[in-house]
């Protein structure tokens, strides 16, 4: 199961947390649209509220007066292909021996089998089959024996994989991100407390100021009178494994991931893209809204290299379609892309343009821009993509398709750009991302670009010297 989903955990000194909360999934809504949840808790007991849809219909002023407490935990959850359900809804939460337990998710686990076999042996029931569930019961179990840390510690060294989790014990929330940092997670501070989110752009809507990133393998513990925060750097690993396409297409723009500004790196990314395949068009025009910072930086470098080319806008997006993905069958998804783009004839009639997106999966986008600037006048169209080409899925909490649908799984550059009818087409390199993140390879998830993974998956290829956890071996970590 795919997780591509946002997650926010509040601790406020004497206020309910539930509009803090409702408002930072407002802000998260880009990183799942299938279903949202908030838990809370106000030191007696946990209330939630869970559903289906956007932020916005999932809950009215009712639902948000009864999320009682000043501590709480929110979730937002990414559509997957036939994976609707309230089953699959978040914050998890369980209720056990030793207190109520409420866990929201982003990331995938890869060893989700192991160890909910092994929790079965154990008595444990589960109700889904998803991966959160398994990290609830595991730590649950751990409750019982250990202190939170300790708790947390032991679940860390079982479980595989990607997560950034914000987690509520009782009345006690907490962020812990896995020991790659495979998905974002930052801290922040408001005026009475404290706030963990996957993108600082959840913070920024609440007024607070970003503190840092959760580090890979550390433990943040939200003091539940907002007064503070403790950290615990639970698991150390040599290189982290930030995935590259939050930068490239999933974050918002105006967040700040791994201590860049996503505007600004993807701006950067559009500029080593004209340095390694610029093609002197009349117009440069981004796929709204995601090919639109790389468009600018292409541009900008474009023109400062000597060109005159115009940045315009060709294409008007309507935003009330949803997107392309949730189609689910190919004909659908087709049709989505002429409701979703339409030209601005005048900036493309008799024109030679450069179309700048920031990925291909499937190609169903840009096969449709293609003919829809073709048909509009465009004399000449040249598709230029801010990613390297995508030949593999991933395992990690990213929705990219399955290897037989992913256009570039199995062409060449050339084929493609036959297949999607462009008079040329190029793909930025790896080089490309790795110097525009500021990171190394061996720091990067960039699994669907290489087919090498930093997590051992099942069946593919693993780019670095990792071991998974020892399901029977390891019941406990070492203290
Ligand atoms: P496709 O039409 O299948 O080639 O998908 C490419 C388009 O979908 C681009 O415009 C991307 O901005 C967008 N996109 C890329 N990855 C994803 C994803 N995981 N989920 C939804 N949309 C995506």
Redesign the pocket.
Known sequence: MHEKCGVVGISLADRDAARPLYYSLYALQHRGQEAAGIVTHDGFQQYDHVDTGLVGDVFDNDDLEQLNGPNGIGHVRYPTQGGLGECCAQPFSVSFKSGSLGLAHNGNLVNTEEVRQELATLGHAFTSNGDTEVIAHDLARNLLEEDLVRAVKSTMSRIHGSYSLTIMHDETVMGVRDPQGNRPLCIGELDDGYVIASESAAIDTLDGELIREVEPGELVVLHPDGSGYDTYQLVEQENTAHCFFEHV?FARPDSVINDELVYEVRRELGRHLWEESGVDTDVVMP?PD?GRSFASGYAEAANEAGNDVEFAEGLMKNRYVG???IMPTQDERERAVRLKLNPIKSTIEGQSVTVI??????????TQLVELLRDAGASEVHVRIGAPPIIAPCYLG???ASRDEL?AADRTIDEIRDEILADSLSYLSIDAITEALGKDHEDLCLGCVTEEYPYDIDGEELDRDIARPQIDSVANADD
């Open positions: 297409y796929v995601s997107r392309t993905f997106d920031d990925s291909i999966v499937r190609g169903t986008t840009s990213i929705d990219m256009i």
